[in-house]
Each structure stands twice: as C-alpha cells, then as structure tokens.
C-alpha cells in the first residue's frame, strides 16, 4: 500500500472534472480489500473522515474530500474473470471503462453501459449509477450488477449478491460476513418515472444490492463487481444528420423515440429500434465546428441515433431510416452515415468531444462547470426544453445544448464568461432543477449529486425525507466517517 501525504504529491487528487477542488492530509492507496478493511478499521476507530475517489471523471465532486483520508482505488485494477458461457464479468473497481469493452468484445461479449468519459472507473460508474448515450436502449449501470463485495465504513465485509436480501416493505436487514446484522428502513421518497441518478434508490421490497448502486461511497467502498453482459451485437448502423430547423429535428426525434419505444415492447427487429438518440444544439455544432468542419453551415441542429442490426435486417432497417430522415427535412446529402468501424467511432468521438471542450471551457475560466443533468417525463420534454434554455438567453448567458434527447435527458452548459455571470449561471440552474421538479423529473438523471447538487436534492425531495436518508446511512456508518457531504448536507446526520 501506498501513503501518500506530500502536499505537493496529493494535489492531483484534490479535482475532478467539475474544476470542484478540495484538501486532505493523506492519501492512500491499497492494492487489496484486506488493505482498504485495515483503513477504515483505523478511521472510524479514530472517526477520521474518509473520502473515496476513482479517476476523478465525475462532474459533482463526490469524489474530492474536504478534510481527513482520501482512498484512491487506482490500484484495484484487475479483470478478474470473464465468464463467456454465463456471460458475466467479475472486475475490480479501478477497471477502466474502454478497456473492460475492448476485452468484452474481443470475446463476442456487450457491456452496455457508456458514459460519455471512457476513462471513468468501473466503481465510479458503479457508484453514481452512470448511464450515458446506449441508456435509452440498454439501461443504467444499475441494471447490469449482478454481485459486489464491499468494504463497510466500520472495516467489515459484505459480499451481496442480486436476489439476496430484499427489503420487507420498507423495512431491511442486511448481514455482513462477519455475521452481524444491519437493520434499517428504506426512505418511503417518491422516485421519478425517468431515467434518474438522485440519492439512495428507495423503493418497498427492493433488491438491497441497489441501495449501494448510486449510494456514491457514503455507504461503503466497493471492492470488486459481478457485471452481467451481451452478445455482441452483429452490426451497427450509425448516423448523424443535420437539419436547417430546430423545430423539425424535435419532432423527428419525437417520432424515433415513439417508434423506437414500441419496437422495444414488441420486440420487434425489422423497424425503428434506436439504441441510442442524442441531439446538439445550433449553439453545440458552432461550438465544435472548427474541430468538425463538415459541420454544415445552415445547420440548426443535430441527431446522432444508433440501431443494431444484422444481415436479415439491415436493408430494410436502412429503408425505414431514409424515410424518417426525408420526412422531417433532414439534409440527407449531408447525413454521415458509418460505412465500416471506423466512421462509428469517429461519430462516436463527434459525439464525446462537445463535453470535453466544455470540461476545457470551464478550466480556462478558472470556474466550476453550470451544466444540467435533468431528466423529465417524455410528455413534458419539450415544454420543458423550451423554458430551460429561455433562462440563459434571457440573461444574456452564452450556453450549448445537447444530451440523451432519447431519455428526455438534456445537459445545458452555461458558459459564464466572468463571475457576474458564473452567480447568474448557478442561479438558473436552480431554477431549471425547479422546472424539472415541478414536471415530475429528476435533478440528476446521470452523474449524481456529489457534493455540487446536494441543495437542489433537498428541493426535489424535502428535508424529511433527506434525514431520512441520513438515518439510513448512521445505521452503516454510526461514525459518520466515510465520504461526508455526498449526496446531503453532514448537518442533516446530526439531526437524524
């Protein structure tokens, strides 16, 4: 094991992709669970806080600390099996997303799941229940753990599989394998029917496996996950195209979606079948078209969708794209449609590269990022794009748009020039969280809630149900130790 506790030697820890900086007095970094047990053993004996960080990807600076230890993961890097007849992995936390599909493929294997950063940790996509474009077809992360091994705050082991402990009700046990019981009660919160990544999953009987899915370390570290997986899929039709109005891009994507939706529940292969269905902004293209110069000009917006396909299908898929495309005044000689692997990825990187120049934006100004992760009920996606993006305009704030328009999911970047304009940005964030609230949706559809986005969960969910909460985590973490400020104030853990 690694300690590391030269100021100079930590700062690399102490910021994540949000610009949210942070302090500790040491970091360490275990090569085994046994080490990762002996920290917490020692922290919660002495009730230092901890923090837990993976490769600092995440948006809402859950995994910087404030003060105490820092655990980085880095070293729990290891595939531990792939299992191509049961069809499953079992991989330890610091698994680099891109390398578990490189390997995943190369054995005719699919994990879903696919944030928008490839260089994120398995355990941080674990932990904050990440999702990302292939969400609209595939799920969350959640829907693809089968087992995980975690270290709890005390130093104790829990080994929980899928289909093991449910809640009863409301109502909970849990056992470590140390054999001492957990008794607890799961938040009788109202989750949105979205795709959502706000606080603890809590719903009656539950699979407990999901209360540490998205939990963010405040209940435990994971030491090593059991993913399920796919067949890979034979071939892919991928394509961007551009239209010279906003309005008809929306409705094509409305159109997709509702098709897509239907071929979903009627398991149908020769239709619309999107698996994933993103849009851009004028603002966006413009944002990137020096690093894209086929870019149209007259480009009002875009949509990239993706449909697995196969030999059977794939000319009258094709067919039915063409169509939809036409219908909608899609600029079809403009369209890049994938001719083999490489043009999919190189969409694939058109489709990555709008959030890390906003990741860029936001070091240059020196400011932490203002961007939305709302998700809303489809019926109210787009009244609810509408109002969002008034807010800026309104204040004269410069700001882009794009996201998982499939999902009803939208990442609205404001790109504050100044601090003026930085104290403006943060209160229509505010006010956007509100509207999606008020429209059934959630704060955080993808990236969670960190330390950044702990107010506007209080708004979606009260303060009784964020004590709640905080009584929940006191039961694992009598000491309140391990990842404090995550997901709700330290302050709600005194009054729980």
Request: aromatic share 10%.
């Amino acid at each position: 094991m690694i300690t590391k506790t030269n100021h100079e030697e930590i700062q690399n820890y102490l910021n994540d992709a949000s610009n949210f900086h942070g302090t500790c007095e040491k970091v360490f970094i275990p090569e085994t669970e046994n080490e990762v047990a002996e920290i917490l053993k020692k922290a919660n004996e002495k009730k230092i806080n901890v923090t837990v960080c993976g490769n600092r990807t995440g948006l809402t600076g859950s995994s910087i600390p404030q003060t105490g230890w820092l655990i980085s993961t880095e070293k729990l890097n290891r595939i531990v099996e792939i299992n191509r007849n049961e069809k499953y992995a079992v991989v330890e936390p610091a698994i680099i997303l891109s390398d578990l599909q490189e390997e995943v493929t190369s054995q005719d294997l699919y994990y879903p799941p696919d944030p928008t950063e490839t260089n994120c940790f398995i355990g941080g996509n674990v932990a904050t229940n990440s999702s990302g474009a292939k969400s609209f077809k595939y799920g969350p992360t959640r829907d693809y753990v089968l087992g995980l091994k975690i270290i709890l705050p005390n130093g104790e082991k829990l080994t929980i599989q899928r289909g093991l402990f449910f809640a009863n009700g409301n109502k909970a046990q849990i056992i470590s394998d140390e054999k001492n019981i957990y008794n607890f009660e799961i938040p009788d919160c109202n989750m949105p029917q979205t795709k959502h990544a706000a606080g603890y999953f809590c719903k009656p009987n539950m699979d407990l496996i999901d209360l540490f899915i998205g939990s963010e370390g405040t209940l435990g570290i994971i030491t090593e996950i059991k993913l399920k997986l796919l067949d890979k899929p034979e071939n892919i039709l991928s394509c961007v195209v551009f239209f010279d109005s906003e309005t008809d891009a929306l409705s094509f994507l409305t159109e997709v979606r509702n098709k897509s939706l239907k071929s979903k529940k009627e398991k149908q292969t020769v239709k619309i079948g999107a698996r994933g269905l993103e849009f851009f902004d004028y603002y966006s293209l413009k944002f990137m078209s020096k690093d894209f110069s086929k870019i149209p000009e007259s480009a009002k917006a875009a949509i990239w969708f993706e449909q697995e396909i196969n030999s059977e299908n794939e000319e009258t898929v094709l067919n039915e794209w063409l169509k939809l495309i036409e219908e909608f005044n899609a600029d079809v000689e403009s369209a890049w449609i994938a001719a083999n692997e490489k043009d999919r990825l190189e969409f694939k990187d058109f489709r990555h590269t709008i959030s890390l120049k906003v990741v860029d934006y936001v070091a240059q100004q020196k400011i932490t990022k203002t961007a939305t992760d709302t998700a809303v009920p489809h019926n109210h996606f787009i009244e609810f794009y509408k109002c969002a993006k008034q807010f800026p305009e309104t204040a004269g704030i410069d700001y882009i748009v794009y996201g998982h328009f499939g999902d009803s999911h939208i990442h609205l970047n404001m790109l504050p020039k100044n601090d003026k304009e930085l104290k403006k940005a943060k209160e229509i964030y505010g006010r956007i969280c509100e509207l999606a609230v008020s429209m059934g949706g959630t704060i955080s559809a993808e990236h969670g809630i960190g330390k950044l986005k702990r107010n506007y969960l209080l708004k979606m969910y009260g303060e009784k149900n964020i004590i709640k909460m905080a009584r929940l985590k006191k039961v694992l973490d009598p000491n309140c130790i391990l990842c404090i400020n995550n997901i709700f104030d330290e302050k709600y853990l005194n009054e729980a």
